[in-house]
């Protein structure tokens, strides 16, 4: 940067900060330049900087491949990034939006030779709004910053954003209220609208000297979510608050994201999203509210490899003055997953909060109602309940002969409103991640391929995704009209029992990480806790369609057993 500035026609009196952290977050813009144009108007220019020599094109809105110390993964397009830290800066902060500072992002990879990737037409959105600077691109940067700073900054910019109340924007509080307004998705019901108005009084009350959590259990479809979503928008736009919607699995945040902007491409909300391990270096107290759906699936440590941070309930609960947490212990799916009543309840109390509890429980928004629930269980042998059929409820449930007719049947349901789709316990290896051309799910004449490369997190609404099948990890947290279950050997049916066969999942799941290592110390509690593991995977699989589930088990034996348990209406 230091050649690129090194021009007599930029003014020495520029203002240049490195390495700002961007409030409420763990970002920091690595370059900015600050100035006026030719009308003395103020200007920032922010450079995100890349030492990338390559990258790899992927089919996933703003994302692409890079190599990092440990290997090539996925990450956001640096154009991406660079607007994305502007529309941050342009909704939160009263200094930018009150004062009209004008914010100018673009991207430097210095390392970087051309290719047909980091500016190929895939990304032309974004790269339209902060273009894209290569190695052999220096002069055109010198212009870029000259075209936008005439002046040196004679009126301490920096300063004034450093210094800036950090407040939501009318144009953004007001673009969500029109978001949901008329929204059937986020139509709220009963116990979800009690719920949601204890929220809003604890939410008016917290300070940093008034701490408070709540603590809000429901299980599937009982409108966790829909109350989540709520409050986000009311305590931005009604009461002017820092929110953040906040899960561990991106899926629930890009649909979400998705069905209130009635797009697919990330957009200017996409900052009030967040990951559930950002947490980890913000200030205290720096959120008003932070919403935690899905918190049933918070882990310890951060990081891809786990190793950052201390613990991510207590993160949580530090960096607000009302932390709420959307919980249902029975959707505990991996072995890293610590969320829990008692979790959170223990880090609240350190922490001097006031600790509120809250139940979604009669609003089970499927046909079945909770008595569907309470089959299943009994079913699963999670628990004994006197739910032993199906008699009475409207809901319908098939154990279908073979994948290929499960798949049609869930195909011509999606025809209604694209609200059908398959998903399968996690018993197949992700072979077409390398190999594309070949499938991963092969029973028979049937063959499928993971859900994963193609649509990612947007799976569960992508049109053409209804042919894939998907996972846990795409679909939790998420509701359908009809779920279609390919329940793999994992679980199996053998002398009068329900069984489970950890051994049986594929090596490319993650959900069974530590279960081996675990199985040499302590075998009886590794798998108990596979166990549980295992049938808390298929009652979650088996609870997202609200209308309908229709299963196939690869185990022919359990597939009898599910007859059996249904010929029990007669």
Known sequence: MGAVLNDSEIPSDSGISIEYHIPQTSKRIDFLITGQNDNQEDQVIIVELKQWESAELTDKDAIVKTRFQHGVAETSHPSYQAWSYCELLNQLNETVYNEDIRLNPCAY??????????????????????????????????????????????SNVMLRIENGKIKPSKSLADSLAKMLAGNPEFIMLDEQKIVFETAIQLAKQSSSSNKNVLIVQGGPGTGKSVVAVNLLVHLIQKLGLIAQYVTKNAAPRAVYEAKLTG???????????????????????????????????????????KNIGENQVKEIIDAASLSVFFIDEDQKVTFSDIGSKEEITKWATKANAN??????????????????????????????????????????????????ELRELIVEKNKINNKARIVAG????????????????????????????????LWIQAPRSVSEVGCIHTCQGLELDYIGVIIGDDLIYKDNEVLTQPEQRA????????????????????????????????????????????????????????????????
């Open 109 to 154: 990879l210095h390392n970087y030779i051309e290719d047909d990737v980091i500016r190929n037409d895939f990304y032309k959105f974004y790269l339209d709004k902060a273009p894209v600077f290569l190695k052999q691109d220096k002069d055109k940067l010198n212009k870029f910053i000259k075209s936008f700073v005439k002046h040196g900054d004679k």
């Open 263 to 305: 797009s697919m491409r990330k957009t200017a909300i996409s900052n009030l999203f967040s990951g559930s391990g950002s947490f980890h270096s913000i200030d205290k107290d720096s959120f008003n509210t932070l919403l935690v759906d899905e918190a049933h699936r918070l882990n310890a440590k951060s990081g891809m490899f």
């Open 355 to 404: 600790i509120y509890y809250h139940a979604l429980e009669s609003q089970f928004r499927c046909n079945g109602s909770d008595g569907y629930l309470a089959w299943l269980d009994n079913v699963l042998e999670i628990r004994e309940t006197a739910n032993t059929n199906l008699n009475e409820l409207d809901y319908d449930f098939r154990v279908i002969s073979n994948p290929s």
């Open 426 to 457: 996690y018993c197949w290896n992700w072979v077409s991640k390398n190999k594309p051309d070949q499938f991963d799910i092969v029973i028979d004449d049937f063959e499928a391929k993971w859900n994963l490369a193609t649509d990612g997190s």
């Open 507 to 570: 090596k490319t799941d993650k959900s069974l990480s530590g279960f081996k290592n675990l199985l040499k110390t302590n075998p009886e509690f590794a798998y108990s806790q596979a166990d549980a593991i295992i049938r808390n995977t298929y009652r979650t699989l088996m609870t997202r369609g609200m209308k309908g589930c229709y299963i196939y088990c690869t185990d022919k034996a359990l597939q009898d057993y599910f007859k059996s348990m249904l010929n029990l209406i007669a």
